[in-house]
């Protein structure tokens, strides 16, 4: 799948010189140092919408609203492509229809997210061009073949079997089906593969040398790949894409079930989806916490924002639980601190010394409040599936899974706290690598290509407007079909001539005969 995770994108740019633009339109887009009204006076300048934002500054704000409902599709689909290849052989191996029944169920939602998921990546692109032109030109020798193998291996094998594992297995049987499935799954773990190698390597550039011209070019492609964040992030990554699809189906599985407890698909997927808590999110707390040092040993300004620790501690550093970040005091008001946890988490000793933003240069600090409050509600949302899960297993132990009316209602709500977890992590992520597009050698501002604030404004303002229609109806509908129970029956055609074809159509019970698979 095109999993364009984070690196940068954009996309429509209209100039305030278009010949077809109406005359309001090239008023409102014109340079922002103009004043007054437009030629015409139909416009007034003053009044723009994006007048004190700098071109950098909305080229960013771009990618982070396309990155952000792009990610939303990738984390689900990630987990949910491996969930029906599981399902798929839980079924050939058990011959047990709820198997089955689940795989049909779950594949049309996948299919869905999937082509969501595709359409998104496809804008992101064309953003390093329109936007981001000095950092593809930088970058290009070094992250332009990564990017080429993603598309090469990993869509490819995706775009060759997905037709064969929603539509094939009456056409070539099971096992090829199953193959197919296993594919798919496969291409869309070597799809984050790729990407989160380009996005590892701009936080922790190695290989590389730097040309007469300013360009990134390969010296080691095997450390430019498995650079020294990649293994820790692509972990990382997987384990939230599956959480984010474990309280997805659980959700879904918890609504059904408080409708019907006896919903036999309901009571499986439920079952399978805390089963899934319960094993991978004290891993992926684990992880976490691996990723976290990884972090401090490469890129110690981000942890010291994420910490909230603008000053140095050298006898050891508290943990600041909860706190308003002041960047004018270089403070952290109203802390609710635990002393020298920090440095047992981080350095293992109570007493260890920790550096603070004080050492850093004022220009090289990420934005502390936004990097302080993402890490916090990233890991709280960790916390609290770790606490489902515990939930779910005591309710399994004492025979209460599929009747605990409050265990279902806290896994309801639980539902999108995946996504906004995987967000939040990607926040923390990138805004922690300001100001810099490669961490330590390329600023964001010298990355940035010769456009004028106002045609990125006009981009943005499309964007937002075109996303909020086109995904909000693949959201609606993919929400839709989760609110329809898995068990549902087929319903047949009626029996009876068609009128525009004057033929008759099969009775019920031939199709279902003919097509047992998709019922």
Request: with cysteine; aromatic share 12%; proline share 6%.
């Amino acid at each position: 799948m095109n999993v364009a995770l984070h690196v940068c994108p954009h996309g429509l740019v209209l100039s305030a010189q278009s010949s077809f633009l109406p005359i309001w339109v090239k008023g409102y887009l014109g340079r922002s140092g103009m004043r007054g009204r437009d030629k015409q006076g139909l416009w007034p300048r003053d009044n723009a919408m994006f007048d004190s934002f700098t071109a950098e500054t909305l080229a960013r704000m771009q990618f982070a609203f396309t990155v952000s409902f792009h990610i939303i599709f990738p984390a689900f689909s990630i987990g949910l492509a491996s969930y029906l290849a599981v399902l798929n052989a839980l079924w050939l191996r058990t011959g047990r229809q709820t198997y089955l029944t689940l795989f049909n169920y779950w594949k049309k939602i996948f299919a869905v997210a999937f082509g969501m998921g595709v359409v998104s990546g496809i804008v992101m692109s064309y953003q390093f061009g329109t936007n981001w032109s000095v950092f593809s030109d930088k970058t290009g020798p070094v992250l332009g073949p990564l990017m080429a193998y993603e598309v090469l291996s990993a869509f490819f094998l995706e775009a060759g079997f997905l037709g064969i594992m929603l539509f094939g297995r009456k056409r070539v049987g099971d096992k090829l089906h199953m193959f197919a499935t296993a594919m798919v799954a496969f291409g869309t773990l070597m799809s984050a593969t790729w990407i989160l190698s380009v996005n590892s390597w701009m936080q922790t550039p190695a290989g590389y040398s730097i040309n007469e011209l300013g360009q990134f070019v390969p010296e080691d492609w095997f450390k430019i790949v498995f650079n020294p964040s990649f293994p820790y992030r692509l972990v990382h990554m997987v384990l939230a894409a599956y959480l984010t699809t474990a309280l997805v189906v659980g959700a879904t599985g918890a609504l059904h079930l408080m409708r019907d407890s006896a919903d036999k698909p309901a009571r499986k997927m439920f079952s399978m989806a805390m089963w899934m808590l319960v094993v991978v999110a004290p891993m992926q707390i684990f992880m976490g916490d691996l990723h976290g040092l990884n972090t401090l040993e490469h890129q110690p300004a981000k942890v010291m924002a994420m910490e909230g620790h603008y000053d140095s501690h050298p006898d050891g550093a508290p943990l600041i639980l909860f706190g308003i970040p002041n960047p004018d005091e270089k403070r952290i008001d109203y802390a609710i601190e635990i002393p020298k946890l920090s440095s047992l988490i981080l350095k293992h000793d109570l007493n260890a010394p920790l550096d603070g933003l004080d050492t850093i240069p004022l220009e090289d600090q990420p934005p502390v409040e936004i990097v302080f409050w993402s890490f916090r509600v990233m890991v709280g949302l960790g916390f609290a599936m770790l606490g489902l899960g515990a939930w779910s297993l005591l309710w399994r132990i004492r025979g209460r899974l599929y009747d605990g009316i409050w265990l279902h209602r806290a896994s309801f709500v639980m539902g999108p706290m995946g996504f906004v977890a995987v967000l939040a992590g990607w926040v923390t992520t990138e805004v922690g690598r300001q100001p810099f597009t490669v961490y330590g050698l390329l600023r964001t501002s010298d990355s940035l290509a010769p456009v004028d604030a106002p045609a990125v404004a006009a981009s943005l303002i499309a964007f937002i407007v075109v996303y909020f229609f086109v995904f909000g109806a693949g959201t609606f509908y993919l929400l839709r079909m989760m609110n329809m129970p898995a068990a549902t029956p087929h319903l047949g055609l009626k029996d009876g001539p068609i009128r525009t074809a004057g033929i008759s159509q099969p009775k019920t019970q031939d199709l279902a005969k003919k097509e047992p698979s998709d019922v």
